[in-house]
């Protein structure tokens, strides 16, 4: 009994000691600097994960562009703003890591053609300036270097629109449908954008979030056409909108809205058919018709040499 009545004072004060001390501000301070290491060490492995482009390349463009926001026009920065909202890049990269990257690309442009010019010169290694060829391609390199990012995003922009415009009739059809049913428009919008994949769900998810946070519907509604550019889309919201505030029908206004979407997709397909032969004209005259013209008349042209030459 004396030894355990011992080893119960003991582990007593222990847990005394304990409670005392988880109980101090030292303790306190303690627990906050690990909290403060831990978010430390998951903010590093987030940014560690991302990819360099990311990391690297835009930090150092927004740099540069401070450098030069100063001659830059705003209506350049607020076109490439657009640009990069319809392209589905923003707020990841802002209109600031763009033109930076565009004045990067520039330089680097300059500098490369410099280096070719001046490995072309010769064995003094100088650029012959007295060549109005090397002026031409020194002054044309940084104008291309500042539009290969512009060309690269525009190519982001229309390969989003396009698909974009490929889903468009589809979610029309399942948004009518749902309404029909008996779903009001944010549910089937929701609805919607659960069942169909691509640029366009995301962009039913931005405008959902912006109802939910607050924003009236009708101003989401317009966003979301400024947003993507796309001019049948533009038509389909302008259609809901003014039903909405004319107190039309929805339902109406969706089941027409998805009957001309279907025929516009049927017109753009027609389209394209008609171009296919004007399209297929050039690499016919270029690659086919000669490999035709060697096969059929090259032994031809062999007979003749040969009689000619006897």
């Known amino acids: 009994m004396l030894v355990l009545a011992l080893i119960l004072l003991v582990v007593t004060f222990i847990l005394l000691g304990i409670g005392l001390y988880r109980g101090s501000s030292r303790y306190a301070v303690e627990q906050r600097l690990e909290k403060i290491r831990e978010v430390d060490e998951q903010t ?4 560690l994960s991302k990819p360099f ?15 030069f926001r100063k001659y830059t026009p705003a209506e350049i920065a607020d076109r490439t703003h657009k640009r990069l909202v319809m392209a589905g890049l923003y707020p990841r990269v802002t209109a600031a890591h763009l033109l930076g990257l565009c004045w990067l690309s520039a330089a680097g442009c300059f500098l490369l053609i410099v280096f070719l010019l001046i490995s072309m010169g010769g064995k003094g290694g100088t650029i012959q300036t007295n060549d109005p060829l090397n002026l031409l391609y020194l002054i044309l390199a940084p104008v291309a270097g500042y ?7 525009g190519k982001r922009v229309q390969e989003r629109q396009e698909a974009i415009l490929l889903s468009l009739p589809y979610a029309i059809d399942i948004l009518s449908i749902s309404v029909e049913a008996g779903m009001g428009f944010d549910a089937g919008v929701g609805y919607t954008m659960k069942k169909i994949k691509g640029p366009l ?9 912006e109802i939910r946070l607050g924003k009236p519907r009708l101003e989401a ?41 279907r025929v516009r997709r049927r017109q753009r397909a027609q389209e394209k058919a008609m171009k296919a032969p004007v ?31 006897q």
């Open 44 to 47: 590093t492995e987030e940014e």
């Open 53 to 67: 482009f990311q990391r690297i390349a835009l930090p150092i463009g927004e740099s540069v562009a401070g450098m």
């Open 147 to 153: 539009i290969i990012p512009q060309f690269f995003l």
């Open 201 to 209: 769900a995301e962009e039913f998810s931005k405008t959902l979030n």
């Open 221 to 261: 509604l317009e966003d979301l056409g400024n947003r993507t550019g796309v001019d049948e889309l533009k038509v389909f919201i302008t259609a809901v909108v003014h039903a909405s505030r004319l107190g039309g029908s929805i339902t109406n206004t969706l089941r027409i809205q998805a009957d001309s979407m």
């Open 279 to 309: 399209k297929m004209v050039f690499p016919l005259v270029l690659f086919i018709f000669p490999a035709l013209f060697v096969v059929i008349l090259g032994p031809a042209g062999l007979a003749i040499y040969q009689q000619l030459m």
